[in-house]
Structure formats: structure tokens, C-alpha cells
Nanobody, 116 residues
Framework: QVQVVESGGGSVQPGGTLKLSCTASGPFSIYDMGWYRQAPGKQRELVARIGAGGTPNYADSVKGRFTISRDNAKATVYLQMNSLSPEDTAVYYC???????????WGQGTQVTVSS
């Protein structure tokens, strides 16, 4: 079983910053990694994704504010979140997708709250 674990969530003021981390067991270098979020009463949505080759993509709502990166040596993906707004409040989930098998693995989620 692949273990995916998020950390770094918390509460911040509007305009603040937060950095999330996620580790995934197994062959990290051949996982596509992504961050998703789900706000109360809403569907889960893609926030940012970074391929095994290092190519990032972002939801329009976070482009220019969030940066996804990965460190394969540490088996860790990061989400640097700047200029946070209340609309960013959600549970953030880390996803690992195996490049070869396409199997998906999910973390337990970490709460991000941007108070107003």
C-alpha cells in the first residue's frame, strides 16, 4: 500500500502565505503529483499538478499565486501558497498517480483556513 501524507495546513489571514508538503511512499520519481482541494458543500477541484518530468500546471484561480514543486530525493511535493484569500479555504488533498499503472493514491487531507 502506498502511503500519502500531507502536512503544513493551518489558519492564516487574507493575504498571507502557507506552504504545504506531501510525501508519498513507493517509486516517487515515477509519480505524477497533484494538489486538490474541497471546500464545504463543493466538489473536489484540481489546484496544481506536476508531472514526473517536472512540468507544472495550475487551476486558473491560483495561477500566479501558488507554486507547485517537487524534490524527488526527499520524495516530497510542495505547494507554496501566496496572497491567500477566503476563497482558498478548503481541505487540501495530495494525489500521487503512478506513471506506468495509472493507479491513484490519496492523502488524508490537510485543512487550510483563510480567515476574513
Amino acid at each position: 500500500q502506498v502511503q500519502v501524507v500531507e502536512s503544513g495546513g493551518g489558519s492564516v489571514q487574507p493575504g498571507g502565505t502557507l506552504k504545504l508538503s506531501c510525501t508519498a511512499s513507493g517509486p516517487f520519481s515515477i509519480y505524477d503529483m497533484g494538489w486538490y482541494r474541497q471546500a464545504p458543500g463543493k466538489q473536489r477541484e484540481l489546484v496544481a499538478r506536476i508531472g514526473a518530468g517536472g512540468t507544472p500546471n495550475y487551476a486558473d484561480s491560483v495561477k500566479g499565486r501558488f507554486t507547485i514543486s517537487r524534490d524527488n530525493a526527499k520524495a516530497t511535493v510542495y505547494l507554496q501558497m501566496n496572497s491567500l484569500s477566503p476563497e482558498d479555504t478548503a481541505v487540501y488533498y495530495c494525489n500521487a498517480q503512478h506513471l506506468i499503472t495509472s493507479a491513484d493514491y490519496w492523502g488524508q487531507g490537510t485543512q487550510v483556513t483563510v480567515s476574513s
